[in-house]
C-alpha cells in the first residue's frame, strides 16, 4: 500500500492531493488571479492528510509538478515537496506540468497539445498522443496561424491559452477542449504512483523546477 501527497502550482491552480496506489483519495484545490499558493498551500497539505486519515508518517513519496509554468509558483511547490521529503526521509518524484494537463483529455485517438499561457501569444507546448506518449518535447513558442499545421488527424488542445489562441489555431480538426484549463494534482495521481514504482526519483537536495525560460523581473508602472 502506497501513498502518495500530490502537489501541483506551476499555474494559477494551488492543488494538492492523496493517492493510495495511483487512486486519488481526496483532492483540495483552488485557482485565483492573485496566485495564493504561499498561503494556501500547507493548509491544503495539512487538510488532505488529516481528512484522508493518514498520518504523514504513512506517505511513501511526495510528488511535485516540475514545470514549465510559473517561476514563483513552481519554487513554492517544489520548496514544500524538498522539505516534507526531507523530514520524513522519502524520495522525491517530479512531474511534467504538461503531461499532467494532457492527462486529463479522454480521447481515443488524434494528438493532445497542452499549452500554458506564457506571455503575448507565446505558450509552453507539449506534443501527445492518445496513449500519453510524448511525440514532441516541450517548447516555448509563439502561436501563429502556421502552428501545428502538421498534423491532420484531430488535435485536441488543452490549457489556459484558448482564449488568445482559438481565433487563430482554426483548422476544422482543431478542437479547443476549454474544460480543462489548468494540471491538477488529482490527475498527478496515476502519474506520480507509475513513477514510484519504477524507482523513477529525483535527487531531494539538487532538483530544481523546469522553468524553460528565464526569470525576468520587471519594474512596477508609474503612477
Known amino acids: 500500500m502506497s501513498f502518495i501527497l500530490n502537489i501541483e502550482t506551476a499555474t494559477k491552480n494551488c492543488s494538492v492531493s492523496i493517492a493510495k496506489n495511483g487512486e486519488t483519495i481526496l483532492c483540495r484545490e483552488i485557482a485565483e488571479e492573485g496566485y495564493s499558493h504561499a498561503e494556501k498551500l500547507h493548509v491544503f497539505i495539512e487538510e ?37 521529503c526531507f523530514a520524513l526521509n522519502i524520495p522525491l518524484i517530479a512531474v511534467d506540468t504538461l503531461q499532467t494537463l494532457a492527462s486529463q483529455a479522454n480521447v481515443s485517438n488524434g494528438k493532445i497539445i497542452p499549452m500554458l499561457d506564457a506571455r503575448r501569444m507565446e505558450v509552453y507546448s507539449e506534443v501527445f498522443n492518445a496513449n500519453l506518449e510524448v511525440e514532441r518535447a516541450i517548447l516555448a513558442e509563439v502561436i501563429t496561424e502556421e502552428s501545428f499545421n502538421e498534423y491532420t488527424e484531430t488535435v485536441y488542445f488543452v490549457g489556459d491559452c484558448a482564449d488568445k489562441c482559438k481565433t487563430v489555431l482554426t483548422k476544422e480538426n482543431f478542437v479547443f477542449l476549454e474544460e480543462i484549463k489548468y494540471p491538477s494534482a488529482n490527475a498527478m495521481s496515476k502519474i506520480s504512483y507509475d513513477k514510484y514504482q519504477k524507482s523513477d526519483i529525483v535527487d531531494v537536495a539538487y532538483f530544481e523546477p523546469y522553468y524553460l525560460k528565464d526569470f525576468m523581473m520587471t519594474q512596477p508602472s508609474k503612477k
Open 48 to 84: 488532505v492528510i488529516v481528512e484522508s486519515g493518514i498520518s504523514v508518517q504513512e506517505l511513501a513519496a511526495v510528488a511535485v509538478s516540475q514545470g514549465p509554468g510559473s517561476y514563483t509558483g513552481l519554487r513554492i511547490g517544489v520548496s514544500a515537496a524538498k522539505g516534507l
